[in-house]
Every structure is written in structure tokens, then in C-alpha cells.
């Protein structure tokens, strides 16, 4: 008792006096063919990419082909709700795991795909993984399947709670889970482990909380796409 995991930060009103500390990350990568000259997307750029109003790359007449994970994976629907949301999506071709979603896009000139960060391994080196600027910052940030960039806006933390009223026993536990203890586990349900001690931050951003006019400020200083017609 007293020891517990959420994918989310506590309410402040819950929060008192309990300690915390984010173990890990579920996360999306964006790839793209290694010839794309785009190694960047603001998050509205890819909202409109997936959307389907930017329908071609700059400098390219052929239509953006897009790929991604099936339907029935866990990452597939979290990834189109935070992205996508109620707007209709563009065609995407789908596949049944992240090697096979790379394996397509390395095919394709114009492909660009979503994908399961943990599962990129050795293919890695056949895409190109685009950064992602978050809302309301200048920094790119691009995971890996060996780290997830502190704020990077496809990813969903697994935090680690410890209640006041722990006893000793399950206060060493937390320890050792906030110190690195239990990683390889981690990895092999799918995670990316967090760097040992990292502390809870502010929540992550909710998309769709975000104002119409923060919304077309990213948008004009993203600058790398346009939109089709």
C-alpha cells in the first residue's frame, strides 16, 4: 500500500506531500524517408499533415503517402486522438508494427509515417526520425528508443507515486524504481525508460485545450509546409 503508477500527473488537490517520479515513456517517432529535406514539423504542421491539408512536400509535385501503425495497436489510437482529433484524417496505409511501417516508408520518397519509439531498433539508421517543436517553445526535440526528450509531445509518462503513509519497506521500493532499478523490465513491455530520479513536472500539453489563435501563431512560424488545395 501506498506505492502506485498513473500515465498522468496527480490533481494538485492530491498531490500534498506525495513524492513522485516518472520511471518511463510510451512515445510516437515520426519518420520520414531520408532524402526529405524536412527534419522538423511544429506539432500543427503535423496535425496538418495527417489531416490531410498539406497534401505535398516543398520542392515535390507527388502527394505525401502516409503510414502508420494498425488500428488495433495502443499507440494508434492515442497518437490519432492527440494529433488528428475529431478532424477526418487522410488516407494512411497501415501496418501491423513498426518494422513494417519503416520498411514502407525507406520505400517511399515522400512517405512519412508514426511509429512506436521503443520498437525502431536497428532500422533506425534506414528512416530519418523528424524532430518535433512542442507548442509554445523553439527547441526540437527527437526521440529514440534509447531516450525520450524531457517534454517531447508524443510521448505518455509512467510515473511512479509514493504515498506519505508508505511504510519502509515500500519507500525502499520507490527508491529503487526512482534510482533505475527495474529498467530492463521496463523496456521489455514496451517503454522508454526515463533517466533515473527525473522528477514530475508540469503536465504534459493537451492538444486539444490549445486557443485558435495559438493554433495559427505556430503555424506561420513553423514555415516549412503549406497547404494544398
Known sequence: AGLFVSDRPLPQSESSNVESAQLADRAVAIVAHRTNAVDRLTVSELRDV????????????????????????????????????????ARVRRRTSTAEVIEAVAASAVGIGFVDVAQIGPAEDRVKV????????????????????????LAQPLLLYLSPEADGTTREFFDFLAAGGGRESLQKHGYVPSPPHRRLGGPRVSFSSRSAAREQQESESGGFLKEGG
Open 50 to 89: 495527417f489531416a490531410g491539408k498539406v497534401i505535398n512536400w516543398p520542392e515535390e509535385t507527388r502527394r505525401i503517402e502516409l503510414y502508420g501503425l494498425s488500428r488495433n495497436h495502443e499507440l494508434a489510437g492515442w497518437f490519432e486522438q492527440k494529433i488528428v482529433g475529431p478532424t477526418r484524417e
Open 130 to 153: 523528424v524532430g518535433l517543436i512542442p507548442p509554445d517553445a523553439e527547441r526540437v526535440l527527437t526521440p529514440s528508443r534509447r531516450r525520450v526528450p524531457q517534454d517531447y509531445p
